[in-house]
Structure formats: structure tokens, C-alpha cells
């Protein structure tokens, strides 16, 4: 494993669609690996592939909240979701700042894992932020185009947020400009046949920016 670079705003891979895996080789599970490595060492919760460079929708994430759980994801959806709650976020691509953003509540994810096989994750408060936060930056999308209150991250914030990717769930609700959470079509979720899970030390390396 290694730590890689992880890459800031404003660079051009951060606002780029990610594009999906369709081969589940040795090279991805590297990259799982490594951002893994490099998520603990940032230190953070979540940490999403077009972060460290590599358009492609993969992310991690550990919640780092005691049940010892560490989600490695190929081509995550969201495919339900509902209620709202605001919170506090930061972001390893956005150094130094942090901002209040209006989330779902809980959220269901629909995803591969790293052998190939269909995982469902239902999720809510911390890790249902978590994983939104990263699924947005699949899109190229940053927790400051949803922000408000952006401000220089505070010792109190630095508690509050955890000094990560994502933020503590501070006030349930719903937003003034957003409607009733949509509720995802499951079917629209890669299915593990959709993609070939593929072992062997001949696998090309991770693909880059």
C-alpha cells in the first residue's frame, strides 16, 4: 500500500463525472488499498477516487466511530433516501475551510465491493453524511457548492466535524429551497454481473488523471 497525493480544489479532476468501474481487477483493489492507507494518514472518514487523481467512481470510508467498519465501494448509488439535517463539513480537498450543508437523514447505498458482489448499506446521521459527501465528489461535485456559513475551520468546528471528510449531524429539519427527499429507483444500481471481477498479477495499473 501506499499514501498518494491527495489532490485540491480548484484541480480540474475534482469537477470531472467519474467514470465508472467495468473491470474489477488487481489494480482497483490497489487503489482501494492505497486510498485507504492514504484516508488514515490525511486522517479522515471518507475519501473518494477523483480526490487523489483517478476519475473513477470508487470510494472508502470509515466512520471512525467504534464499530471498526471500513466500506470499500465500486460504482455507488444512492438509491433511497429521506429526512434532512444539517451539519458541519470539511473537506481533505479544501483545506482549512468548513461549512454548514443540509444532507438526507439516512440513505441507502447500493454498491460493488472489492471481490465484485452486490452490497446494500443502509445509513443514517454520521455515515449517511459520509457517503453522500463522497458519492458527490463522484460527481464532481464539492460540499461548497451546497454550503452555507463558510467560514475558516475553528478549534470548535475542528471537534464538531472531526477535521474530515463529512461533519456531525447538528440540526434536523429541512432546508427553506429543497423539496421532499426523492426516493431512488434500486434498479439503476450496477448489478455485480455488470462488471467482471477479475484477480491475477498481471492486472493493468489503476488509471490516472
Given amino acids: 500500500m501506499a499514501i498518494l497525493e491527495i489532490?485540491?480544489?480548484?484541480?480540474?479532476?475534482?469537477?470531472?463525472?467519474?467514470?465508472?468501474?467495468?473491470?474489477?481487477?488487481?489494480?482497483i483493489r490497489?487503489?482501494?488499498?492505497?486510498?485507504?492507507?492514504?484516508?488514515?494518514?490525511?486522517p479522515g472518514v471518507g475519501l473518494?477516487?477523483?480526490?487523489?487523481?483517478?476519475?473513477?467512481?470508487?470510494?472508502?470510508?470509515?466512520?471512525?466511530?467504534g464499530s471498526g467498519r471500513l466500506y470499500q465501494l465500486i460504482n455507488p448509488e444512492i438509491v433511497h433516501a429521506?429526512?434532512?439535517?444539517?451539519?458541519?463539513?470539511?473537506?481533505l480537498s479544501i483545506p482549512g475551510l468548513v461549512g454548514?450543508?443540509?444532507r438526507y437523514?439516512?440513505?441507502?447505498v447500493v454498491a460493488l465491493d472489492r471481490d465484485g458482489r452486490k452490497v446494500w448499506i443502509d445509513a443514517e446521521g454520521w455515515l449517511a453524511r459520509i457517503f453522500q459527501h463522497e458519492i458527490d465528489?463522484?460527481?464532481?461535485?464539492l460540499y461548497t457548492d451546497k454550503c452555507t456559513n463558510?467560514?475558516?475551520?475553528s478549534e470548535e468546528d475542528e471537534e464538531e466535524a472531526g477535521d474530515a471528510e463529512g461533519g456531525a449531524a447538528a440540526e434536523a429539519g429541512e432546508p427553506a429551497s429543497a423539496g421532499a427527499p426523492e426516493k431512488a429507483d434500486a434498479s439503476a444500481a450496477p448489478s455485480a454481473a455488470e462488471v467482471k471481477a477479475e484477480s491475477g498479477a498481471g492486472a493493468p495499473a489503476a488509471e490516472g488523471e
Avoid: F
Fill in 82 to 91: 429521506e429526512g434532512w439535517v444539517k451539519g458541519t463539513e470539511g473537506c
Fill in 100 to 102: 454548514d450543508v443540509w
Fill in 30 to 42: 490497489k487503489l482501494l488499498d492505497d486510498m485507504t492507507e492514504t484516508m488514515y494518514a490525511a
Fill in 7 to 27: 489532490v485540491k480544489d480548484p484541480a480540474p479532476v475534482l469537477r470531472r463525472k467519474a467514470r465508472p468501474v467495468t473491470k474489477i481487477n488487481a489494480a
Fill in 105 to 108: 437523514e439516512k440513505v441507502r
Fill in 150 to 153: 463558510l467560514r475558516p475551520v
Fill in 48 to 65: 473518494a477516487a477523483p480526490q487523489v487523481g483517478v476519475s473513477k467512481r470508487v470510494i472508502v470510508v470509515d466512520p471512525q466511530d
Fill in 137 to 141: 465528489h463522484l460527481d464532481g461535485i
